[in-house]
């Protein structure tokens, strides 16, 4: 998947204006939220994994990370702790 760095930018900036400083600390929350939300799918037993999932994604689509929301979409069919998937989701939010 191809990430597009200017589309949480850009939503951020529809939501609050030329706030260049708020947008970065923002968007370091964001990152530092989907990596503990990653961590939390990782963690998961079976039971838990699509719940997490679906909170990646939903905090993804806050931030119009539309890609990780795929992911995250994906991730939630998938099976419990796959490797693959949680390689991917890595790969995307280190993009970040």
Do not use: C, N
Request: aromatic content about 6%; glycine content about 8%; hydrophobic content about 55%.
């Amino acid at each position: 998947m191809v990430y597009d760095p200017g589309a949480i930018d850009a939503a951020l900036a529809a939501a609050l204006g030329d706030e260049p400083q708020l947008i970065a600390e923002l968007r370091r929350a964001f990152v530092d939220s989907a990596q503990k939300a990653l961590s939390m799918l990782e963690a998961a037993d079976a039971e838990g994994w699509q719940p997490a999932a679906f909170r990646l994604k939903g905090l993804a689509a806050s931030f119009g990370a539309v890609d990780l929301m795929a992911l995250s979409t994906a991730a939630a069919a998938a099976p419990a702790g796959d490797p693959v998937m949680l390689a991917k989701l890595h790969e995307a939010v280190g993009d970040l």
